[in-house]
């Protein structure tokens, strides 16, 4: 197996699933000629043509709203929203739309889109570069949402996303798009959505995160005898491994870079509350963002989670 990064990850998945099945599209800014913003779709432009690789003007509720009109006429469109923050203007059409259609069309259509936007901190981008707002479409009945950690990661996921008969909000942590490279399968190599993953067995606590939160959180743990947990799919989220692993540990911590409040971590803590209450041994406690905009680079380390305060979290919890 090869080593790659993200970017050649996703890459090879796009073109991989575009030969095997040609109801494929991929639509976007720049995504054509210029491969992307960040060069995710480089190439496709040149092998499958203009027909199936289409540069979209700056209009995200058009993109979206585009894509959504090709899957209900058969095809399978990819949409590329270049950052997060410019995503809000076509919340319209995913959630009116795009997540209703199944509900509002009784069964007879569906919505096989995949919005793809790179989110997150880290890069030290300028105002709307860097969101994490992914509790919005959570909130979102009839929409996925995923997140993949690494090269590995994002393609199982791309490739279930792109097989889905229903909308997927893919978001790709722009931190890791060249952080890591990591050997991943060749071949056809899915990872199924609705399932989290263990990084790390352990018996003392849980930790859950996902993203580029998730590279941290192992490095912060590593002296602990700590479970950690990629969930990958925010949602549905797999309420089934995060259980059982709360029976085990009897503490949890839940990572993300997304303000707190409102955040997922809010309402994992919430289930975890309704149905494993019984098993925990300490308040279930967070580690996020602050609620505050995400500020402009020379503040931005101190907005995300780090290290060191996932450290102090994992010793109070064990001090309950």
């Not at 998945?13 to 913003?37: F, H, I, Q, W, Y």
């Not at 279930?160 to 942590?173: G, I, N």
């Not at 899915?190 to 995160?209: H, Y």
Request: proline share 6%; hydrophobic share 40%; charged share 25%.
């Amino acid at each position: 197996m090869a080593q790659v990064n993200m970017v050649q990850s996703l890459n090879q998945t796009l073109a991989e699933e575009m030969e095997r099945d040609p109801n494929v599209v991929v639509l976007g800014e720049d995504v054509g000629k210029n491969g992307g913003v960040f060069r995710v779709t480089n190439g496709l432009y040149e092998k499958f043509g203009p027909e199936r690789v289409m540069d979209t003007p700056l209009a995200e509720a058009g993109i979206v709203g585009t894509a959504i009109g090709m899957a209900l006429y058969g095809l399978k469109p990819v949409a590329e929203i270049q950052f997060m923050g410019f995503i809000y203007s076509a919340i319209d059409q995913i959630f009116s739309h795009a997540a209703r259609m199944r509900t509002r069309s009784r069964g007879r259509y569906r919505c096989p889109i995949v919005v793809r936007t790179p989110y997150g901190g880290g890069i030290k981008a300028i105002e709307l570069h860097s969101e994490s707002t992914e509790a919005l479409f959570c909130h979102m009945p009839g929409v996925k949402v995923v997140v993949p950690s690494g090269p590995a990661t994002a393609k199982g996921l791309l490739t279930s996303a792109l097989r889905e008969e229903d909308p997927v909000v893919f978001l790709e942590p722009t931190r890791l798009y060249r952080m890591i490279r990591e050997e991943v399968p060749e071949g056809e190599y899915a990872l199924p959505l609705a399932k989290a993953r263990i990084v790390k067995e352990g018996k003392d606590v849980t930790i859950i995160s996902w993203g580029s939160m998730l590279q941290r959180t192992v490095k912060a743990a590593e002296q602990y005898d700590a479970e950690i947990i990629d969930l990958m799919t925010l949602s549905p989220f797999d309420e089934e491994t995060i259980f059982a692993s709360v029976k085990k540990t009897g503490r949890v911590i839940i990572v993300h870079e997304a303000a707190r409040t409102c955040g997922l971590g809010a309402e994992i803590a919430a289930t975890i509350a309704e149905e494993a209450i019984l098993y925990l041994r300490a308040p279930v406690m967070r580690v996020t963002g602050y609620d505050v905009v995400m500020p402009f680079p020379k503040l931005e380390d101190y907005y995300l989670p780090e290290e060191t305060r996932m450290a102090k979290k994992i010793e109070e919890i064990l001090r309950y």
